[in-house]
């Protein structure tokens, strides 16, 4: 299992890369795809949405089920990837390469925690 450590993390499990100080790339992380199985469906916001931080802004669809995408940080949608919505298998093969979303003008981001830390949430969430 990867985690990247140029990036940070929630534990509803996507990460947030910064480009800057108030731009970011948000997506699933590989713990979270591989959980969820073969992604079939992605469902994304449209370019100028506002997202909140810990409400639902898109949806992913397996062949297991329909899981919600949470929003890591408080912003504008400024980009959306929408090379996802023909090729969702894209986030199963390349987790940190297949961004869902770029947000723009950041704020609320006190829940995120660091590479180090995830990975520690992640190893207690398989052992329960």
Known sequence: MNFPTDRKYTKSHE?????NETTAEVGL???????????????????GDSVTAGEVFADVESVKAVSDVYS?????????????????ETIN??????????IENISATEELISATDYEKFVAEEKNK
């Open 15 to 19: 990460w947030v890369k910064y480009l």
């Open 29 to 47: 992380t590989d713990y979270a795809q591989s959980e969820l199985g073969d992604l079939v469906f992605v469902n994304l916001p449209e370019a």
């Open 72 to 88: 890591p940080v408080t912003g504008e949608v400024g980009a959306v990837n929408e090379a996802l919505l023909d090729a969702p």
């Open 93 to 102: 093969s390349d987790p940190y390469g297949a961004w869902f979303v770029r």
